[in-house]
């Protein structure tokens, strides 16, 4: 995150922070870099939400992180919004994929809408779909003694089916879709640099609070 003094306001701040203590460009200028980090992660959650169907309301806002601006040097000072991979790198790696587009490693079984909670898109799967607990899936070729699961495939797909015991013999339920590849190939789905254009909008009034303060500090 970085900014140009380009406005006849920006302009003059900055030339009565450069006649006041040598820390008070500097200090302006870091504040001013950081605020903007911050207000780019705030925007994170929403500028994702109108990309993808989020399960977690709490999940962008605890993967987005951000790295201050430091020092006295304004030429190499920046702050970054962006991904946290200490929360999981895989899941980084997969947010940092859908931002710019890529092939990105997956699972063979991706979750049907009636595995899910309330058969619902946007809610989390049942804990009785969890793919550990249904491990032991049978085929038409190989049926396993208790298993409460069949994959149908035809070609390269394919779906796994609960078996429903019914009082009037079974009902097959789509719980997972089946691929026979787990690469992913994912077109741009920008969400960080959203919300860094709209955080950058800002830039100017955060410099001008920033410089106001450090003003009025050394010339108080």
Not at 100 to 117: E, F, Q, V, Y
Request: aromatic share 8%; hydrophobic share 35%.
């Amino acid at each position: 995150m970085a900014f140009d003094v380009n406005t006849d306001e920006v302009i003059k701040l900055t030339v009565k922070l450069g006649s006041l203590h040598k820390s008070s460009l500097p200090s302006a200028v870091r504040n001013t870099l950081n605020d903007a980090a911050f207000e780019t992660k705030t925007w994170i959650p929403t500028t994702a939400s109108r990309q993808f169907t989020t399960r977690k309301k709490s999940f962008f806002h605890a993967f987005s992180s951000v790295q201050r601006a430091r020092g006295f040097d304004i030429n190499t000072m920046q702050a970054v919004a962006g991904i946290n991979p200490d929360k999981g790198s895989k899941v980084a790696e997969g947010l940092e994929k859908q931002e710019t587009g890529g092939t990105l490693s997956g699972k063979k079984l991706i979750p049907h809408d009636k595995a899910r909670i309330s058969g619902s898109y946007g809610r989390s799967v049942r804990k009785k779909n969890y793919l550990s607990n249904i491990s032991n899936i049978s085929t038409p070729k190989n049926r396993k003694k208790g298993s409460k699961h069949i994959l149908i495939k035809k070609g390269g797909k394919g779906t796994v089916f609960e078996i429903q015991k019914r009082a009037r013999g079974s009902k097959l339920v789509p719980i997972y879709t089946y691929r026979n590849t787990r690469k992913t190939r994912l077109q741009p789905a920008p969400f960080m640099r959203p919300a860094a254009m709209i955080a950058t909008k800002k830039i100017p009034a955060f410099y001008k609070n920033n410089a106001e303060f450090q003003i009025k500090k050394y010339w108080n």
